[in-house]
């Protein structure tokens, strides 16, 4: 997580917001940081994420041991993404994905920290120019609105209220 998400190359909050008042989906990306990641890790995941993750699943273990001292055991599957297909399959009583060619298609071990990075700039950066493009019209409006309406007054006929 320091590498991916908590990297520094992650837009300054000031740019972010800034660029999220223009921008639905940027807004919603720093919403969701701000209302769930910051809170949860109490912001600062770098100290506290150990801690957090921990509980966490200390919390479900303690839910479903819970669950099965009251007679209600859960089918649980506890898995680690390099387990593969095998596991996973199994307990969903499921078949290894076939691809086109009918060939097993491979786990996909993909979204590598620097895959992530870039994805996540990516985003970023593509929606932070038309985000920038219309805070500029909107300045460009509020400047020109003073003007077009001394404009508009001084362009009225004599008399006409």
């Known amino acids: 997580m320091l590498n ?3 990297t520094p190359s992650t837009p300054s909050p000031y740019k972010l917001w800034r660029n999220a008042l223009f921008d ?3 807004f919603w990306i720093k919403a969701v940081r701000m209302s769930a990641w910051d809170h949860v890790f109490d912001y600062d995941f770098g ?3 150990k801690q957090v993750y921990r509980k966490h699943y200390q919390d479900i273990e303690d839910v479903l041991q819970s669950e099965a001292d009251a007679g209600r055991p859960r089918r649980v599957l506890r898995w680690d993404v390099s387990d593969g297909w095998g596991p996973l399959v ?22 590598a920290p620097d895959e992530f990075i870039q994805r996540r700039l ?7 120019e038309p985000a920038r493009r219309r805070r500029w ?3 460009a409006f509020l400047a020109a609105a003073p003007f077009a309406l001394t404009a508009y007054g001084m ?3 004599v008399g006409s209220e």
Do not use: Q, W
Not at 93 to 98: L, N, S
Not at 122 to 128: F, H, I
């Open 122 to 128: 990516g985003l970023t950066m593509e929606r932070a």
């Open 47 to 49: 100290k506290n994420g």
């Open 90 to 111: 199994k307990f969903l009583d499921k078949a290894v994905p076939i691809d086109e060619s009918g060939e097993e298609v491979e786990f996909p071990f993909g979204n």
């Open 155 to 157: 362009l009225k006929p």
């Open 137 to 139: 019209l909107l300045f």
């Open 24 to 26: 639905a989906k940027l």
């Open 4 to 6: 991916t998400v908590e």
